[in-house]
């Protein structure tokens, strides 16, 4: 890191063992640390005894520190001539608004650099068992958000909705009943499987198995307060196995 420079780097899901080296480097190296909520406690600690901690978290319908103010604030520390790092949760170009913040730097003249992070997407799916795409069954998956600044996102839910595909979607428990409309409305399977991991790579980690009919009630019941992730066409592996082993019995 350089003095009077923005490091952006991604904590990634939460565990510190998924932090990579270099943004590890960047923790320690860092003179003023502007960081996200979802920002893990003990990623935190990782941070060199000198760092001032700045949390300029945001939260989905709730408080949070405008854009704006955060774009000003990490301009004008690096002009300070201070080692800046804006440290994301998961990876920093992956529903992080930072090509705002990369503007920003431009348009100030700052030198930056970004170290790409874990995304909770990739933990999600490691701790259910599964690949997010598999031979013959999806060329291609898709991260969508649930919400954008103007309420529900929209997304092509023709597509989703066919056969196979698979879709990570980020902040999507609010929507929930939004997206199974959509997506049943274009076709899809009611029996289609859903998985919800909540704080991903976590000690507090909460999976729940559902189906697209069930989503919305089944998301309810199971009281999920933290920050959660919808992996809409899969079930754990598990669940799987399970179920394969019921079906030969039968047979």
Request: glycine share 18%; charged share 20%; hydrophobic share 35%.
């Given at each position: 890191m350089q003095p009077g420079q923005v490091t952006f780097a991604g904590s990634g899901p939460g565990d510190p063992d998924l932090l990579t080296v270099k943004a590890l480097k960047a923790l320690q190296q860092a003179d003023v640390i502007l960081h996200d909520r979802l920002v893990s406690d003990e990623i935190l600690q990782l941070a060199g005894p000198s760092a001032a901690l700045?949390?300029?978290?945001?939260?989905?319908?709730?408080?949070?520190?405008?854009?704006?103010?955060?774009?000003?604030?990490?301009?004008?520390?690096?002009?300070?001539?201070?080692r800046v790092l804006r440290l994301k949760a998961g990876d920093p170009a992956i529903f992080a608004r930072l090509d705002e913040e990369l503007t920003a730097c431009d348009l100030a003249g700052i030198g930056y650099n970004v170290i790409p992070g874990i995304t909770s997407a990739s933990a999600a799916v490691a701790n259910i068992g599964q690949s997010l795409t598999q031979r013959g069954r999806n060329a291609s998956v898709r991260f969508l958000t649930g919400h954008d600044m103007k309420g529900f996102a929209d997304h092509d839910w023709a597509t989703l909705a066919r056969a196979g595909e698979v879709a990570a979607i980020y902040m999507g428990k609010k929507s929930a009943r939004f997206i199974q409309g959509r997506l049943i409305m274009h076709g899809a399977e009611r029996n289609t499987p859903v998985t919800i991991v909540e704080n991903a790579s976590r000690p507090n980690q909460r999976i729940l198995e559902t189906t697209l009919d069930k989503l919305p009630d089944d998301l309810a019941d199971a009281g999920f307060d933290s920050p959660a992730l919808t992996l809409f066409g899969l079930a754990p592996r598990a669940s799987l196995a399970a179920l394969t082993d019921l079906k030969l019995e039968q047979a």
């Open positions: 700045q949390d300029v978290g945001k939260e989905g319908f709730g408080p949070q520190v405008t854009q704006q103010e955060i774009c000003g604030r990490m301009v004008a520390l690096a002009k300070s001539g201070l």
